[in-house]
């Protein structure tokens, strides 16, 4: 088996714009095709697009495919509408997260689920196993999508200018199948950056005609192309876990203040229920860490391990840091002790190579666009 890592199917077009690559969870993906910082202010204040073709999907079909997957995730799949979608998570039976999702209902008794691109066999394999005792078929359609997002406040204009999809109609969290450019293409208003934007399936054949088109429909709206490295300061500003930072398997939802997606009311039971009913028991007690904001006052970027000190002691974890663009300061997600975890509690800093940077403690998001 061959250790090179998978292109997508705009490879040789990121190549041809200059971009930075990266071997991305097995991905040869574009982290950056020129300034990251330009590349992150275009998408806050006009749009950026994104090749996500690394991600990957999972078509669930037949009977008894809401029951399959209802026993398979954490979230109640029973009550999302046609046409709509819906943020959960797949579990370990002790409760640990295996991976984040999205569940697209995309017919009567049809689900696409999104996984992440590093662990999208992991997914594959839980769910396939997980649905045997059902009336339902799992597929692998990797390689049946590549998917590309466009991303920022000029983004509904730009992709109104190429279809006749009834864009004003589409929910955030909702899908529909139109015609973008003369490409088939499902297209959902979902997204990673904290602004309106929607995310494309298409053929791997046609990624190539979409991405020109969109450049195309976008140039006077400035819209530019944009690389891993800024998707990951977006989504950090707008407070969105990434999983193997924030999400682990080590964690239960209930760890990372996300207990809101674990249905415990839907019918029936699914793996991982009785772990996580004592772990959202012991939450409501008392907390573990809570997961939280910090902003330096000073100009030292942390990163992902850096030890949260209070008092000269240790009080938690960064999961994920950066400079923000939008801030203009650099910042931190962490997970903090329950007691130095409310915004504006003094003396919290960061262990910064042997010194304590000061940092003051915020409710995430970090930025939040206005609707």
Same mark, same amino acid.
Request: hydrophobic share 40%.
């Given at each position: 088996m061959s250790n090179a890592p998978r292109l997508t199917s705009l490879d040789a077009l990121h190549r041809a714009l200059g971009a930075t690559m990266t071997d991305f969870a097995g991905w #040869?993906?574009?982290?950056?095709?020129?300034?990251?910082? #330009?590349?992150?202010?275009?998408?806050?204040t006009r749009a950026g697009l994104f090749d996500l073709s690394h991600m990957g999907e999972i078509t669930v079909t037949g009977p008894e495919a809401m029951k399959a997957l209802n026993y398979a995730l954490v979230g109640n799949i029973a009550t999302i509408g046609l046409g709509r979608a819906r943020y959960t998570m797949i579990c370990q039976e002790d409760g640990g997260i295996v991976d984040d999702l999205i569940v697209y209902r995309l017919g009567e008794s049809e689900y696409m689920v999104v996984a992440n691109a590093g662990n999208a066999q992991i997914v594959l394999d839980a769910i396939t196993e997980r649905a045997a005792?059902? #009336?339902? =078929?799992?597929?692998?359609?990797?390689?049946?999508?590549?998917?590309?997002?466009?991303?920022g406040p000029e983004s509904p204009g730009i992709l109104k200018s190429v279809t006749d999809a009834d864009l004003d109609g589409l929910k955030y969290y909702a899908g529909l199948p139109g015609t973008v450019a003369g490409v088939p293409a499902l297209i959902a208003r979902t997204g990673y950056t904290g602004e309106d934007g929607f995310e494309l399936f298409v053929a791997p054949e046609h990624a190539e005609q979409l991405w020109r088109a969109l450049t195309g429909a976008g140039q006077e709206a400035g819209l530019v192309p944009c690389g891993l490295s800024c998707r990951d300061t977006l989504r950090l500003e707008a407070g969105m876990p990434l999983y193997g930072h924030e999400l682990t398997t080590s964690l239960t939802p209930f760890d990372a203040g996300?207990?809101?997606?674990?249905?415990?009311?839907? #019918?029936?039971?699914f793996v991982g229920r009785t772990a996580? =009913?004592?772990?959202?028991?012991?939450?409501?007690?008392?907390?573990?860490?809570?997961?939280?904001?910090?902003?330096?006052?000073?100009?030292?970027v942390p990163r992902a391990g850096f030890s949260v000190v209070a008092g000269g002691e240790v009080v938690g974890e960064v999961t994920s840091g950066a400079p923000s663009p939008t801030l203009g300061?650099?910042?931190?997600?962490a997970y903090v002790d329950a007691?130095?975890?409310?915004?504006?509690?003094e003396g919290v800093g960061i262990d910064i190579r042997?010194?304590? =940077?000061?940092? =003051?403690?915020v409710a995430l998001p970090f930025y939040k666009r206005e609707k």
């Open positions: #040869d993906m574009p982290l950056r095709y020129g300034s990251e910082r #330009d590349e992150h202010n275009a998408v806050r005792g059902f #009336d339902a =078929e799992v597929r692998d359609d990797r390689d049946a999508y590549a998917l590309i997002a466009v991303q996300l207990g809101r997606v674990v249905k415990f009311e839907k #019918d029936g039971d996580l =009913e004592a772990a959202a028991a012991k939450a409501e007690v008392n907390p573990p860490r809570k997961l939280v904001g910090l902003i330096a006052e000073g100009r030292r300061r650099p910042i931190a997600i007691a130095h975890a409310a915004p504006g509690t042997g010194t304590h =940077e000061a940092y =003051e403690v």
